[in-house]
């Protein structure tokens, strides 16, 4: 279920794609309950003048040209803790497997309902008991 | 007021882009209560590698390199009945005017409120009556 | 906080793309209380048929190619009022800055929740007061 939109630069490899992508994923799977193979994800590469942070940071942190936007569309319920738990596993995996500094893992999520996916077939996969 | 974020394979053809357009749009005013006109889409290309779906398929549906995203922002309010008509009216409309797999039309909605659209000219169009 | 996607035309310079930016941003800042140096954009730039509005216009509004698609996504809250100020400033001062026809400035909102933030680090910053 979760869409996640990934947005790198334009020079960022097709390994560090995939890094990225795994990790995502493997913080939604084991930080925030997501379901095996629930892996959809779409990537953009941007021009240097595309992705915009502050020069100066915010809130004490700072960022470079290698910033990654990931958003996030999956189903309302999740509480507080496991979405800091996600954030967490997220930047610190990105970091690991990538090198990627932790301050340039920018994460926003946005909340929707059971009803709100199709995951292909026309059909309405997480239908809501009646 | 809905916007349809369209995302697809780099090689997609103007005329392919141009049919799911117009079966999303079309599925919106006869399936979805949409009003004649509001045809507001956003379409994006994609490398390879920046169209990610599970290998072994979620729920039984498998994927191929020819998968469709489609996210819609549109006003809450519609049933799950409507839902579930929009889903097969896209998939079924995409599999006949292009021959993409309908397992390979994967849709996301999210909804918001009336407030939450410029149509153009900065003004609030859809302004809730006091 | 806010993220702001914004779509333009291929064909659209690195000035024009800046204004847009600071346009967005500063609106932001003076007409829906963002907090200064919280500038995040991720643009898009799109081939000619990636870019899709009615040719008969919608509402009275009518588009050219030059049509800038903004979609923001940012904390629930503000009142329609707030949001009102917002479109305005937003088309009025794109006009002002690059010479796009206000009818050619399409603004979403899509609102979130305090604790949907990561701004780098893993953490999260607007994390709710227990």
Chains 1, 2, 3 share one sequence.
């Not at 941007?46 to 990654?68: F, N, Q």
Request: glycine fraction near 6%; hydrophobic fraction near 45%; avoid cysteine.
């Amino acid at each position: 279920m979760p869409l996640a939109r990934i947005d790198v630069a334009a020079e960022t490899s097709l390994e560090t794609v995939a890094a990225i992508g795994d990790v995502v994923y493997d913080a939604m799977v084991n930080a925030a309950g997501v379901p095996e193979h629930d892996r959809f994800q779409v990537i953009n590469r941007h021009a240097k003048d595309e992705l915009v942070y502050p020069a100066d940071g915010y809130l004490g942190v700072t960022y470079t040209p290698k910033i990654v936007f990931i958003q996030i569309t999956w189903n309302a319920g999740r509480t507080i803790e496991v979405k800091k738990a996600f954030y967490k596993a997220v930047a610190d995996g990105i970091n690991a497997k990538t090198g990627i500094r932790k301050e340039d893992v920018w994460i926003s999520l946005i909340d929707v309902k059971r009803e709100d996916w199709s995951f292909g077939n026309g059909e309405m996969q997480y239908a809501p008991v009646e």
